[in-house]
């Protein structure tokens, strides 16, 4: 832990030599996540709600999807950009390490010109709760179990991110996978999954299973259905999916062959 | 003919990543099912307060996801900036070929790639899925290759302009970064420009993002006059003079050092 805050600590200063484009990346990454919410609230403010959810609860389910999706991006940026390793042989200094793998590119870099989006997440976060108009019950409830929903999104991302960087074991590049497993699915997480047809309902409950994330604690949250259950369900599902995703990146290790030289 | 050749060779190398790409356009299909889901679900019994009909906006978001792939995916800053960072820039500027013309049509080579294997499959997806619009006058068909061609210029430029900057910048992840903002926030991609709330509503018409995306898509679903096409063609002009002065600027920028 220790070695992590010093990591921690050693990524802000370096990123600090270059303040001005740190600032301004942070911002504009920020402003990029941002630009989809804007939109949706300006198309909201004409029509009122989208199939039963006004801006507001959209809102938190927008927010804890940015949240998580940015804390990924910040804290698991080699994981997400693995294909280097494919590509450029590098992942056999990994494998010589005394430590697993895994854990070395967890501790080897984060980039914080994206937590610009996780500030504007939360920021999205702070106005939905606020335009709610939750009682007092409701709202600790919800603030209560925000860092629930938060966390199993996250470890939900991080699998998600792992079995895509487990593909480059075979394919190398994975750039084009992750349009497909995380973007896309993390976009559509934004959303209420009632908007959905029914096909794609399914994946996101099964092999994507980004709807657990926030859809269905919120469902029960804002008193739109579901009972207590929809609020085990996110972290049980996620330490699941975080199981399965571990097996089989222990699996692509196992049948990696180095190009050699 | 050069500049042919290098459009050629960017097409060719593209070839190679074929498969991914076919597997990234599945991505792009779900990124359009979403947002048209997104407009199903808010016009759902509001159709009569809206310009737009549920299918109206079907129609729009596939167009929109398709022609992303010709005018809003481009390479950020045409690899400009890395040419700047390793020093690359400096025989490039050099050559006997005119700059601006050997980056874009290296870019060309690239959408003219995106447009087979991009745009045609994933409108291929949203045909055989939610439906697709086809245009009922025949002179539609003439504008629309002239609007494409137009938007395809504008972005070129557009993107030609972040790269160019690192002349002056060195880094462009956020000109990249608020570039592609405001191409797909103000260029009409999730939202119709004549929605957006006013002033935006007045305003982005006149800006290039508006002839890079939403034109194009209006007079493919012929809900736009032909004079549109007058607003692209504006932005061309004002755009690939700015960037071949700005070129001129950035050679007399250039330092060679070593020896």
Not at chain 1, 37 to 59: M, P, S, T
Not at chain 1, 188 to 210: D, E, Q, R
Not at chain 2, 110 to 133: A, D, E, K, Q
Not at chain 2, 205 to 234: C, D, H, N, R
Request: with cysteine; glycine share 6%.
């Amino acid at each position: 832990m220790n070695l992590y805050l010093k990591l921690l600590s050693g990524s802000l200063r370096s990123r600090m030599q270059y303040k001005m484009n740190f600032l301004v990346s942070s911002l504009s990454y920020g402003l990029i996540m941002a630009v989809d919410f804007i939109l949706l609230a300006a198309i909201l403010q004409r029509f009122d709600d989208v199939k039963g959810w006004n801006l507001y609860e959209v809102g938190l389910l927008y927010g804890i999807s940015s949240v998580a999706i940015t804390l990924y991006r910040v804290f698991c940026v080699e994981v997400h950009n693995f294909e280097r390793y494919m590509v450029e042989g590098e992942f056999d200094s990994l494998l010589i390490r005394p430590v697993s793998p895994l854990s070395l590119l967890l501790t080897k870099n984060i980039d914080l010109s994206r937590i610009g989006g996780t500030i504007q997440g939360i920021l999205i976060l702070v106005i939905s709760i606020i335009g709610l108009k939750l009682n007092n019950v409701e709202l600790f409830l919800l603030l209560i179990y925000l860092p629930v929903t938060i966390i199993s999104g996250l470890l939900i991302c991080f699998s998600l991110g792992l079995i895509t960087a487990t593909i480059a074991f075979w394919t190398q590049r994975i750039k084009d996978f992750q349009t497909f497993t995380l973007y896309a699915p993390f976009n559509a997480a934004n959303y209420p999954m009632n908007i959905y047809p029914g096909w794609l309902k399914i994946i996101f409950f099964t092999v994507i299973p980004v709807g657990f994330m926030n859809y269905t604690p919120v469902l029960f949250l804002l008193n739109k259905g579901g009972d207590v259950w929809n609020l085990a369900l996110p972290p049980l599902v996620s330490i699941v999916f975080l199981f399965i995703a571990l097996r089989f990146w222990m699996f692509g290790i196992r049948h990696y062959h180095s190009t050699g030289s | 003919m050069v500049y042919w050749i290098l459009l050629q060779k960017s097409f060719m190398r593209n070839m190679q990543y074929k498969v991914a790409h076919l597997i990234n356009n599945a991505a792009s299909a779900i990124f359009g099912f979403v947002f048209i889901a997104i407009w199903v679900g808010v016009l759902q019994g509001k159709e009569n307060d809206s310009p737009y009909t549920a299918l109206d906006m079907t129609f729009y978001i596939a167009a929109v996801q398709c022609i992303l792939w010709l005018s809003g995916f481009l390479t950020a800053g045409l690899n400009i900036h890395n040419g700047i960072r390793n020093g690359a820039i400096s025989l490039e500027l050099a050559r006997p070929t005119n700059f601006f013309l050997y980056v874009t049509s290296q870019e060309a080579g690239r959408l003219v790639y995106n447009l087979f294997f991009r745009f045609l499959p994933i409108g291929l997806v949203f045909s055989l899925t939610v439906g697709f619009y086809i245009p009922q006058h025949i002179l539609t068909y003439f504008f629309l290759c002239i609007s494409i061609l137009f938007a395809m210029i504008i972005s070129i430029n557009l993107h030609y302009l972040v790269g160019i900057s690192a002349c002056w910048t060195t880094e462009i992840d956020w000109a990249h970064f608020v570039n592609f903002t405001l191409l797909v926030g103000l260029g009409g991609q999730l939202v119709p420009i004549d929605l957006l709330p006013t002033p935006l509503s007045s305003i982005t018409p006149y800006l290039p993002f508006a002839g890079a995306i939403y034109y194009p898509v209006m007079i493919f679903l012929e809900k736009s006059s032909s004079e549109v096409i007058l607003i692209q063609l504006v932005w061309v002009v004002v755009l690939t003079c700015f960037n071949l002065w700005l070129t001129e600027k950035a050679r007399h920028k250039l330092e060679i050092q070593g020896g």
